[in-house]
Each structure stands twice: as structure tokens, then as C-alpha cells.
């Protein structure tokens, strides 16, 4: 599935497979994870129901809710028949 946002189409890169991954991304991290512009990044960590939030000047992303935000925000790839 992806999601398109401020024109950029989101592929999921997040494997929750994974388990020795950092709980936290960096905007840069989740611009590289998502394969989308740095500006991207911080347009979607603006948003109110978006999983980010501040350790004083530092803004940071719960892995483990961004995952949940992105299945929830997808829509599924319509296949042509």
C-alpha cells in the first residue's frame, strides 16, 4: 500500500519485523525511511494526529505508532482488471 501526501507518494519501508531498530526516528530518518523529502517530513510531523514529539529542540517520530498511522491514513493500490 502507499499513501500520497503533499504530492509525494509514501511507500512502506517500516519492517515491524524487525526488532532491533531504535523506537525513534529523526525527521531525517523517516524522509530516508519513507523515501520523501526532508520538507515532506516535517509537513507531515506538523500534522495533530501525526506520532511525533519534542525532547527539547530535538523533534522525533514513535516508530511503532507511525506504522499504525500509515496503515490507518493507506489506501489500498487499486488494480486495473
Keep these: 500500500m502507499n499513501l500520497t501526501l503533499f504530492g509525494e507518494t509514501i511507500h512502506h519501508a517500516l519492517d515491524p519485523n524487525q526488532s532491533n ?33 519534542r525532547i527539547g529542540r530535538r523533534l522525533l517520530i514513535n516508530r ?10 493507506s489506501l489500498p493500490q487499486l488494480c486495473p482488471t
Design 64 to 73: 511503532a505508532m507511525l506504522q499504525e498511522w500509515l496503515n490507518q491514513n
Design 21 to 53: 531498530r531504535k523506537m525513534t526516528l529523526t525527521v531525517k530518518e523517516l524522509a530516508e525511511e519513507l523515501n520523501i523529502s526532508r520538507n515532506t517530513a516535517y509537513q507531515l510531523a506538523d500534522q495533530k494526529d501525526f506520532p511525533s514529539f
